[in-house]
């Protein structure tokens, strides 16, 4: 198995501009996780899914943050409008249950000019 | 609730020097413990785990943790220090038997590797 896929591996857009950041789970895998991570506020888990379906969303810091599994190999999270403060890097993760070892993709780097 | 305390979000250490990386943990059930890698520019990667079986864990490159239920702890060690042990390092716990439970990491811990 290729592992955790995200695309793109670095972004850098304007503020104000909508940023769609993707992730291809370990197939099997039922437990999606994004998470946010940045120097001020470490490791943040915004959002996670269990069959596609979203468990918890406690952590999705705002209104303009939207995440989306269409299906059991996909998943996007989206920020529309972006602003400087949401420049970090975002990883995705997947596990077969949410309690076992998650496996994380090499994660997005995302700066909002 | 779980949580997970790392003391000590930086650590120093000559090569070929023990590794001690602080984890205490809070769980009013039995908990699950993890240990996480990160190197540069990548993604966190799984070094060992407790899942109630043996207390003593061994992970990948030498490093191992002992699960104390007494002092609530999870520290990691290595014996000898390598330079490419340089990076952080997140502690997790979660519940023990409670499928739907997410992880919840620690704030990281950056160990540095001097020569």
């Known amino acids: 198995d290729a592992g955790v896929i995200q695309s793109p591996r670095h972004e850098v857009t304007e503020m104000g501009q909508e940023v769609t950041l993707r992730c291809k789970p370990i197939?099997?895998?039922?437990?999606l996780f994004w998470y946010r991570q940045t120097m001020m506020r470490g490791l943040e888990l915004l959002i996670y899914?269990?069959?596609?379906?979203?468990?918890?969303d406690s952590g999705m810091p705002e209104d303009r943050f939207s995440a989306k599994m269409p299906n059991a190999s996909f998943s996007t999270l989206k920020i529309q409008p972006s602003e400087p403060r949401d420049s970090a890097v975002y990883f995705c993760?997947?596990?077969?249950?949410?309690?076992?070892?998650?496996?994380f993709g090499p994660g997005t780097r995302l700066t909002v000019l | 609730a779980q949580s997970v305390t790392q003391l000590g979000s930086h650590v120093s250490v000559s090569e070929g020097a023990l590794v001690l990386l602080r984890c205490n943990y809070s769980?009013?059930?039995?908990?699950?413990l993890f240990w996480y890698v990160q190197y540069p520019n990548q993604g966190l990667q799984l070094l060992l785990k407790?899942?109630?079986?043996?207390?003593l864990v061994k992970g990948i490159n030498g490093f191992e943790a002992e699960f104390k239920k007494s002092e609530t702890s999870f520290h990691l060690t290595k014996p000898s220090a390598h330079m490419s042990d340089a990076a952080e390092y997140f502690c997790?716990?979660?519940?023990?038997?409670?499928?739907?439970?997410?992880?919840?990491f620690g704030t990281g811990t950056r160990l540095q590797v001097f020569p």
């Open positions: 993760a997947s596990s077969l249950l949410a309690q076992y070892e998650q496996f």
């Open positions: 197939s099997g895998h039922d437990y």
């Open positions: 899914f269990n069959n596609n379906v979203p468990i918890d």
């Open positions: 769980s009013s059930v039995p908990p699950y």
């Open positions: 407790y899942t109630s079986a043996a207390t």
């Open positions: 997790a716990v979660t519940r023990a038997a409670a499928n739907t439970d997410k992880l919840i």
